[in-house]
């Protein structure tokens, strides 16, 4: 079996202070891998004592109890990303903790396993370990943080906005920028971009089990120095029932340096994983009243399902100070902080679809998003030293879907 054969050549560590953790997963690895008997370390290592484990620069799957000492296994596992591709790591959750899931694959974790653990919960984490691909920078390359862009309706901007966000961190000086349309019913951004290809993100999702460099290379189309992963044109069979984006989201975000998606709403299963996923998912909406009243919705939709008020950014698109609501009525009104506004530029917006270009930076949205994007400089530093990125820009959203 490919999962398995994928398991043997890693060496395998389980980190944790409990023995009962340890003597339950222990058997399962063993019966799950033809490789060495798993490793036990039964503390939290000191950073010293971690490169000693995993000095030989040989491929190592870390299972990391996430539970027993949260502070202590959130140092350790941002300790074991700065390592490089070579270590992946796998937390070891007490029960099913939402927020402690998204923090842990937020720092970096290829996957979870929660207790009492399974050889099926095992097998589904060997296929992920076999979608990360091999890092072409050797250590010190961390995963990329995933921004996801989601309208609280439609024709709030957001579409128009994440793709001139990703221009925005092509600017600051990122080398490697994915911008997916994730969005199976009504993406548009091939549109928006006056591109095509033959292929869409459905293809990545049917060959996620032999994704590779190469063929991942032939899904995405290269514009103006950004690579962009399509929707499909037509509306295919079973796009409205899909689940489960990680397959994509998990080899893209070890491949690139920002990753940001265009989603097309709040609401389904497929959307609230998208969410689930971002490490800061910008909630673009406007100061009309129909769409404040999405917004809140929208919120309330969230946090109901357990997606963390923490990595939502709610940005205002097409404001204006002398028309409608003001920024601190919109925010009292939703109960959250406005994290950002982008003033109302409908000639540069308009002009940019016609030609299928970036804004220019120039007109007043241009200049606006320049300044917005600016105030992230210090994390796009961050990225150029192979460290994970922070904070983000958060504008964003959705034309016409």
Known sequence: MENREVAAVR??????PDAQVIGELEPLLER??????????QSYPSPRDLRQIVS?????TIFLDASSDR???????????????HVQIIALLGGNDPD???????????????????????EAAAGKLSRVPASTEGPGKEPSKIFVVMPAKGACGATTIASNLAYQWKRLGAKRILLADLDPLTGNLSFLLKIKSIYSFMDTLHRSHELDQDLWGSMVTHVN????LLAPELITEGAGDLLDPSPILDYARHLYDVVIVDAGSVYGEWNLNLARLAGELLLVTTSELPALQAAQRAMSYLDNNRVGRWKIRLIVNRYQKDVGLSREVIGTALHADVFETLPDDYEAVQKALLDGRPIPS????GKAMVQFANRFGSAQETVKKSSSLSGLLGLFSKTSK
């Open 56 to 60: 030989d620069g040989s491929p190592h």
């Open 32 to 41: 799950q891998t033809s490789g060495p008997k798993p490793a036990r370390v």
């Open 225 to 228: 120095g950004v690579d962009v």
């Open 362 to 365: 120039n007109t007043v949205l």
């Open 11 to 16: 060496r395998v560590v389980i980190v944790s």
């Open 100 to 122: 402690l899931i998204l923090r842990c694959l937020r720092m970096g974790a290829v996957d979870f396993l929660i207790r009492p653990f399974t050889a099926d919960q095992i």
């Open 71 to 85: 502070d202590q296994a959130a140092h350790l596992l941002e300790q074991l990303v700065r390592l490089g591709q």
